[in-house]
């Protein structure tokens, strides 16, 4: 037998820290190879650290790196359990063991909430928001991951950090049925749609009637896609980076005179649209206000140091949230390793007002365009 972590030997299971037990007794049949992998002299396992072992043995035991709490409905990486924390973990193990008591109850809601877990309920009240919109049998919609629907359900919820824009409900269903035109994939369907509502929150939306609304969405993203060409190169990473180690990467590449871009063209085009005055230039006009728009997000990660992230529920993706003064920004980790600029702008409004940002960002988040 030997198993080490990190170098250490394990000779035995409470060698182990009681996250990594708990975590380890949720996948399935976990506990079982633990104490077969002690006991067998010719068993040789080596793992960086905890985490690398209980999501190499979800792996290996089950060719996923999904674990299925059926009690719960909840589908997710062992690597996001690891960054629940002790507590919290014990109250998933209760509710997962049959604790159907009303504290308990409550404590896992809140668990969830907490920590951005979807169990089947929430992913299904997308599938229905979807038919409800009218395009629940749009082919982009045909063959969403885990993640896409998590996306999706974020864009129902409007839970985004700078999702100011709503509409009625049949703006929804317009913007809805543009999305579905132009996307090719889960994600873009969710971009293109935020893109059509923040179209059609602008005062003038009202009177242009549905066709002129989208129309205008056509003509608009027809001119500014071509802007965001030069604005998807991005720096890589291995492994599960920790948010130093993110930080270093993303100040690294900055200094290099590089941009961190969008990991899509649909991405910037919505964010741009939300955050800036575009109206309807074209051409070098728009390009200018494209790189206005990339130039005060790269000042502004010059400015801001990554210091904590939220893994998602995959256990590979992650988000870090960014704020100084009036801007914040969010830099997202893909699957792939990928770090991009997910979204840059003002904060909200709040009751409390804080530091002023510098004149420069100011004009170009608020700017009034002109050809």
């Given at each position: 037998m030997s198993i080490s972590v990190a170098g250490?030997?394990?000779p035995q299971p409470s060698s182990l820290s009681d996250l990594c037990r708990l975590v380890l007794a949720f996948v399935d049949g976990g506990q079982e190879w633990l104490a077969w992998a002690l006991a067998s002299p010719s068993a040789r396992y080596d793992f960086d650290d905890e985490t690398m072992l209980v999501s190499q043995v979800q792996q290996g035991l089950h060719a996923s790196a999904w674990t299925l709490l059926p009690t719960l409905s909840l589908m997710v990486s062992p690597v996001k359990l690891m960054t629940l924390g002790l507590a919290d973990l014990r109250v998933l193990a209760r509710a997962e063991g049959g604790d159907a008591s009303t504290v308990t109850a409550s404590q896992k809601q809140r668990v969830l909430a907490d920590h951005g877990l979807l169990v089947q309920s929430d992913l299904a009240a997308v599938d229905t928001w979807l038919a409800g919109l009218g395009v629940g049998g749009a082919a982009v919609c045909q063959a969403m991951s885990l993640n896409d629907r998590v996306a999706v359900g974020e864009l129902m919820?409007?839970?985004?950090?700078?999702?100011?824009?709503?509409?009625?409900?049949?703006?929804?269903?317009e913007a809805a049925a543009f999305a579905v035109q132009q996307a090719r994939t889960p994600s873009e369907f969710v971009d293109y749609m935020r893109f059509y509502q923040a179209l059609a929150a602008q005062p003038d939306a009202t009177s242009l009637g549905a066709q002129g609304r989208h129309d205008r969405a056509v003509q608009r993203m027809q001119a500014l896609l071509p802007c965001f060409f030069g604005a998807l190169d991005c720096p890589q990473v291995t492994g599960?980076?920790?948010p130093g180690a993110v930080a270093q990467a993303v100040?690294?590449?900055?200094?290099?005179g590089r941009r961190i871009g969008f990991a899509r063209l649909s991405e910037g085009l919505q964010q741009l649209v939300m955050h800036t005055a575009y109206r309807d230039e074209?051409?070098?006009?728009?390009?200018?206000?494209?790189?206005l728009y990339l130039a005060s997000a790269q000042s502004f990660l010059a400015s801001a140091r990554v210091r904590h992230g939220r893994m998602g529920q995959d256990g590979a993706t992650c988000l870090y949230p960014l704020e100084v003064g009036q801007q914040q920004a969010q830099?997202?980790?893909?699957?792939?390793?990928v770090i991009s600029l997910r979204s840059y702008g003002l904060v909200p409004a709040r009751p409390a007002t804080p530091p002023p940002p510098s004149a420069a960002a100011t004009d170009v988040l608020q700017m009034e365009t002109q050809s």
């Amino acid at each position: 037998m030997s198993i080490s972590v990190a170098g250490r030997p394990i000779p035995q299971p409470s060698s182990l820290s009681d996250l990594c037990r708990l975590v380890l007794a949720f996948v399935d049949g976990g506990q079982e190879w633990l104490a077969w992998a002690l006991a067998s002299p010719s068993a040789r396992y080596d793992f960086d650290d905890e985490t690398m072992l209980v999501s190499q043995v979800q792996q290996g035991l089950h060719a996923s790196a999904w674990t299925l709490l059926p009690t719960l409905s909840l589908m997710v990486s062992p690597v996001k359990l690891m960054t629940l924390g002790l507590a919290d973990l014990r109250v998933l193990a209760r509710a997962e063991g049959g604790d159907a008591s009303t504290v308990t109850a409550s404590q896992k809601q809140r668990v969830l909430a907490d920590h951005g877990l979807l169990v089947q309920s929430d992913l299904a009240a997308v599938d229905t928001w979807l038919a409800g919109l009218g395009v629940g049998g749009a082919a982009v919609c045909q063959a969403m991951s885990l993640n896409d629907r998590v996306a999706v359900g974020e864009l129902m919820r409007g839970s985004l950090p700078d999702s100011t824009v709503s509409g009625d409900a049949a703006t929804e269903a317009e913007a809805a049925a543009f999305a579905v035109q132009q996307a090719r994939t889960p994600s873009e369907f969710v971009d293109y749609m935020r893109f059509y509502q923040a179209l059609a929150a602008q005062p003038d939306a009202t009177s242009l009637g549905a066709q002129g609304r989208h129309d205008r969405a056509v003509q608009r993203m027809q001119a500014l896609l071509p802007c965001f060409f030069g604005a998807l190169d991005c720096p890589q990473v291995t492994g599960l980076p920790s948010p130093g180690a993110v930080a270093q990467a993303v100040s690294a590449w900055l200094t290099t005179g590089r941009r961190i871009g969008f990991a899509r063209l649909s991405e910037g085009l919505q964010q741009l649209v939300m955050h800036t005055a575009y109206r309807d230039e074209a051409g070098a006009a728009a390009q200018r206000i494209v790189d206005l728009y990339l130039a005060s997000a790269q000042s502004f990660l010059a400015s801001a140091r990554v210091r904590h992230g939220r893994m998602g529920q995959d256990g590979a993706t992650c988000l870090y949230p960014l704020e100084v003064g009036q801007q914040q920004a969010q830099l997202q980790l893909g699957a792939n390793g990928v770090i991009s600029l997910r979204s840059y702008g003002l904060v909200p409004a709040r009751p409390a007002t804080p530091p002023p940002p510098s004149a420069a960002a100011t004009d170009v988040l608020q700017m009034e365009t002109q050809s």
